[in-house]
């Protein structure tokens, strides 16, 4: 009763992170790999400046506007080009000739994905070429099947799902919010111990003067403020899995196993900070937010990646990070079938 009539506490365990999933959601719902591609700029040098070639033809249809548009192209000089390329207004140069050729530049290293996927464009449009002008030469009566068959994509590999969580490196942002509740819950249990001690508030030495034995009510104590913390996190974990529609997985029991301990750990914490010496009530509290928060940080909460430079530079930090082993609980949950990497953490 004493922790639902704290607002603050209130406000931190279950509307805070209420909130920032509502704007994690905001933010990322708009995010996806087909919106995120864009026309690449280009500059196309003919070999006439007035030329109607098959390659002329193609670019046209490629620059045409609209939300499948491949190029940005611009049809110039090879100066003009070059001086474009070497301003970084462009991505490459195409060449018109009896094949085409690609020109870009070492110094855009931001733009190497656009890079290669023009080497690949022109590595295609030359063999598909070469194929048609050997087939025009040798068998003119198969011009027909042979451009409706370049027309078509034809795929080699096929995508087969192993689970049926989601991949999106989004979602790791949710599974680091709910760390942070778990982590937030120490706050309840610092409270405990320094309700416990006669030299940091009244109601400890009226507890150290009193005929029940300290294990029974400090064990009812902890018990309550970990069934409201538990409670918290499961309104934030029910409001992301139904209200928002995050994929943690199909496995609502381990799901909800990951919650327990990591509120257990949380509420734990909070007791050891709570229990260090005779440091004064506000600096066990400022100890317990740096620690938890820089456990948040270090564990993706605020940059996506960060877990991962870690877990190549420092790899045994992630094995001891409360934050990092509940979100890597997640997502092992989301990704593997084994549940080997689940127990670990």
């Given at each position: 009763k004493q922790l639902f009539r704290q607002k603050a506490t209130l406000f931190?365990?279950?509307l805070f992170p209420i909130a920032?999933?509502?704007?994690?959601?905001?933010?990322?719902?708009?995010?996806?790999?087909?919106?995120?591609?864009?026309?690449?700029?280009?500059?196309v040098v003919l070999a006439e400046e007035d030329s109607t070639s098959m390659f002329r033809e193609l670019v046209d249809s490629l620059n045409e506007p609209g939300d499948?548009?491949?190029?940005?192209?611009?049809?110039?000089?090879?100066?003009?080009?070059?001086?474009l390329l070497e301003a970084k207004e462009i991505t490459g140069i195409l060449y018109e000739g009896s094949s085409i050729s690609l020109a870009v530049s070492a110094e855009m290293s931001s733009v190497r994905l656009e890079q290669s996927i023009l080497s690949c464009f022109v590595?295609?449009?030359?063999m598909q070429h070469d194929a048609i002008e050997k087939i025009a030469a040798t068998h003119p009566e198969n011009m027909t099947a042979a451009i409706e068959m370049f027309r078509k994509d034809t795929f080699y590999n096929a995508e087969?799902?192993?689970?049926?969580?989601?991949?999106?490196?989004?979602?790791?942002?949710f599974f680091n919010l709910i760390a942070m509740s778990?982590?937030?819950?120490a706050s309840g249990g610092m409270q405990i111990a320094i309700k416990n001690q006669a030299n940091l508030s009244h109601l400890g030495a009226r507890k150290c003067v009193s005929p029940i034995p300290r294990a029974i009510s400090l064990l009812g104590t902890l018990c309550a403020t970990f069934l409201y913390q538990y409670l918290c996190i499961l309104v934030g974990l029910f409001y992301m899995l139904f209200g928002l529609g995050i994929n943690f997985g199909n496995n609502m029991g381990y799901i909800l196993l990951t919650a327990f301990l990591?509120?257990?750990?949380?509420?734990?914490?909070?007791?050891?900070?709570?229990?260090?010496?005779?440091?004064?009530?506000?600096?066990k509290f400022g100890i317990q937010m740096a620690v938890s928060m820089i456990c948040c940080f270090l564990s993706g909460l605020m940059v996506g990646n960060i877990r991962i430079l870690i877990e190549q530079?420092?790899?045994?930090?992630?094995q001891i990070n409360p934050s990092a082993l509940i979100s890597d609980s997640f997502y092992s949950l989301t990704v593997y079938q084994s549940h080997s990497r689940y127990f670990q953490n």
């Open positions: 931190w365990n279950l920032l999933g509502t704007m994690f959601y905001v933010a990322f719902s708009g995010l996806s790999s087909d919106e995120m591609f864009h026309a690449i700029p280009v500059a499948d548009r491949f190029f940005d192209a611009v049809y110039t000089t090879e100066e003009e080009a070059l001086s590595e295609q449009y030359n087969t799902s192993y689970c049926d969580g989601d991949m999106d490196e989004q979602i790791t942002y778990c982590l937030f819950a990591g509120c257990l750990t949380g509420v734990s914490f909070g007791f050891c900070i709570g229990s260090i010496g005779h440091l004064s009530e506000g600096l530079f420092c790899p045994w930090f992630n």
